[in-house]
């Protein structure tokens, strides 16, 4: 009894220790993502110039998906966050000229501070699914120059429900396959032939997930 007596006071004050040392970090008001952390798949601390301003700012766009928390997990649009991105950033920092902001913005699809952001970025999107308000605000900020790159869905269900949200946004749109010899793929490197880049999940399996056989 004495061992669980003496073993319950350590506990308790390595526990008060512990929340007096630790970082705080979501107690900065001007830290605006700290509320979505929970929907994220794997968030990172915050780099020393987090409120340094930059010319290049990513938007995370945060959409719906009936998906969302299933198990009690992540968001869809929360895949690979913010740590994906930050180190997408810092990437681009250390490759190129373009000055960054090392910390994304989460933007949501609900919101208006998207026509702030000219970069959208979306993780997923073969589970998004868009209101015809959303798809409205999309299309306006479409309509004024923005861009969106989209990554990480798989196989012909996942392109499908893509699909269904981008003839939302704009019915009549049409999709044009890029071959290997447009510039992009030659910019910083020479994409010759694209290949699958098999994810950690299935590294060791067959190298692809669901029918996403083909890279495209």
Request: glycine content about 8%; aromatic content about 12%; overall charge negative.
């Amino acid at each position: 009894m004495r061992r669980i007596v003496i073993g319950a006071l350590i506990l308790a004050t390595l526990s008060c220790l512990y929340a007096q040392f630790r970082p705080r970090r979501n107690t900065d008001p001007n830290r605006k993502w700290a509320k979505y952390e929970y929907e994220m798949q794997d968030p990172v601390e915050d780099p020393p110039d987090t409120y340094v301003p930059g010319e290049f700012v990513l938007g995370r766009l945060r959409y719906r998906s009936d998906r969302d928390g299933r198990r009690g997990s992540y968001a869809r649009w929360g895949i690979d966050a913010n740590k994906g991105d930050r180190l997408f950033l810092d990437t681009l920092r250390r490759l190129t000229r373009i000055h960054t902001q090392s910390t994304e913005d989460i933007i949501d699809v609900d919101s208006d501070d998207m026509f702030n952001v000219p970069f959208l970025f979306a993780i997923s999107p073969g589970d998004w699914e868009i209101s015809m308000p959303q798809a409205e605000r999309l299309r306006k900020y479409f309509d004024r120059g923005g861009f969106l790159m989209v990554d990480d869905f798989h196989g012909e269900r996942e392109w499908a429900q893509f699909m269904t949200g981008v003839y939302r946004i704009y019915p009549d749109a049409k999709v044009i396959d890029l071959g290997d010899k447009e510039p992009i793929f030659h910019v910083i490197y020479d994409l010759t032939h694209r290949i699958n880049v098999p994810g950690a999940n299935v590294v060791h399996g067959p190298g692809y997930e669901r029918d996403g056989v083909t890279p495209f």
